[in-house]
């Protein structure tokens, strides 16, 4: 029948008075700009700035996952070993490049969200299902933005084919206050949204703190401890509301929905695996995990903790959920802050509202110095939520894959560049001579 038809239109058009495009196709599936700026569209929109949010720190966070220890490198891809090794500042990294335009376009897609439902709401005042989708714009912009200014020693906000200027190392402390804002704007939604816009928000805070310690990247912090009010004010709010609840707030990932690449290479192409300083991994086969090895230190046994996370990850497949901010990151906040100010008491409390309150473990009691069991407590409460490498850095901790000269271990501080996909279409890029600007 479908040989038939296409036949038909063919002798239709070859006749002399028929007038015949065969590309003037009116597609109903064929999605234009002006049809995602309707009104009617303003959710679509928005769940797409999620979707891509999703998608691209799934993505990133693969290879920047790599160069800290909680990722290792098995497979047969060389470029992952680079990271493995402690090299994450090569522009040309297939991985890391690969990975770039993901987080690119998120950044780009929950800019334009915003700016879209801005508008939205101006025109339709007093709308409250287009103020809750503003709202969330604004979240996942807030999270974009954040991501960004974590993983990144320097960005390009480019829109689509319009090369942007580059934000410079120097000033990339500028997207955390970019993220803060938007996350500021996200809690006048209320609810669920405002909570983990304050909770994010919170986070961005503290992250801003740690990066103004490694940056300009080269040496260990002399005390790398973040006390910052404005993370320990939004963090005790938003706990008043969820302590003792476990609450974590997180990207699903499905196949109806997007995938997440960090646990698509562990779990089906099999390029990662847990790093060794957690899991060993079988001798003939690397991809199966033989014993886990994270002890906790108060009880001298196996972290459960860290255990229940790798189950739950490698379970996942292609869509292990991603935690962007919990209960627990909130409650290290305000234990980091209490042992950064010599308040033992209030560390001691905090800690463990943590090991006891969720997790039934032993208390701490001063078994152990205060700073080790908070990079402890950290290092299981936050497993991959891509905290960890700058943990590494401002603690004077390293990766055992790390090689002696490399990046990581001489320069702390070190996160991804602008890759080469980026340079090669962005002429304000110095390494970019070939295609100089015009204006």
């Not at 800290?68 to 522009?91: F, H, K, M, V, Y």
């Not at 969200?113 to 912009?141: I, P």
Request: some cysteine.
């Amino acid at each position: 029948m479908k040989t038939k038809i296409s036949r038909s239109i063919l002798t239709l058009c070859a006749l002399p008075f028929a007038a015949c495009d065969l590309l003037d196709v009116d597609n109903p599936n064929a999605l234009v700009q002006e049809d995602i700026e309707q009104v009617e569209a303003a959710s679509a929109a928005v769940n797409g700035a999620q979707a891509l949010t999703a998608s691209g720190i799934g993505g990133i966070y693969a290879p920047f996952s790599t160069v800290g220890d909680e990722i290792t490198w098995i497979g047969s891809r060389d470029a992952w070993n680079e990271l493995d090794q402690g090299t994450p500042d090569n522009p040309g990294n297939e991985f890391s490049d690969g990975a770039f335009p993901g987080i690119a376009q998120a950044r780009w897609m929950t800019n334009f969200a915003v700016s879209l439902l801005e508008g939205h709401v101006s025109e339709n005042a007093g709308d409250a299902a287009l103020q809750g989708h503003l709202a969330r714009a604004n979240l996942y912009a807030g999270v974009a933005h954040s991501a960004i200014a974590q993983m990144f020693d320097d960005f390009a906000f480019s829109d689509r084919t319009e090369p942007g200027p580059l934000i410079g190392p120097a000033n990339m402390v500028q997207v955390f206050d970019q993220a803060i804002a938007y996350f500021s704007a996200a809690m006048a939604g209320g609810g669920e949204t405002a909570m983990r816009a304050q909770a994010a928000r919170a986070q961005a805070h503290h992250q801003k703190a740690i990066w103004g310690l490694l940056n300009p990247a080269g040496s260990v912090p002399g005390n790398p401890l973040i006390n910052d009010s404005n993370a320990n004010s939004d963090a005790a709010a938003v706990l008043g509301s969820v302590a003792g609840t476990d609450w974590a707030y997180r990207f699903g990932y499905s196949s109806s929905t997007v995938s997440n690449n960090l646990s698509w290479q562990v779990n089906q192409r099999g390029e990662l695996q847990i790093g060794p300083e957690y899991a060993t991994q079988s001798e003939s086969d690397p991809t199966d995990i033989v014993s886990h090895d994270l002890m906790d230190p108060i009880d001298g046994a196996l972290d459960t903790r860290y255990m229940a996370r790798v189950e739950e990850f490698l379970a996942g497949e292609g869509y292990s959920p991603l935690t962007v901010v919990s209960e627990r990151g909130l409650r290290l906040m305000l234990a980091e802050a209490a042992l950064a100010s010599g308040d033992m008491g209030a560390f001691t409390d905090h800690i463990n509202m943590i090991r006891e309150g969720l997790d039934n473990l032993t208390a701490y009691s001063g078994q152990i110095p205060g700073s080790d069991m908070l990079q402890h407590e950290r290092r299981v409460n936050l497993f991959l939520q891509y905290k960890r490498l700058q943990d590494l850095y401002r603690f004077g901790g390293t990766s055992m894959n790390w090689l002696p000269g490399s990046k990581a271990a001489t320069t702390p501080g070190t996160m991804l560049p602008i890759t080469r996909i980026e340079i090669l279409a962005n002429c304000h890029h110095p390494d970019n001579a070939l295609h100089p600007c015009t204006s």
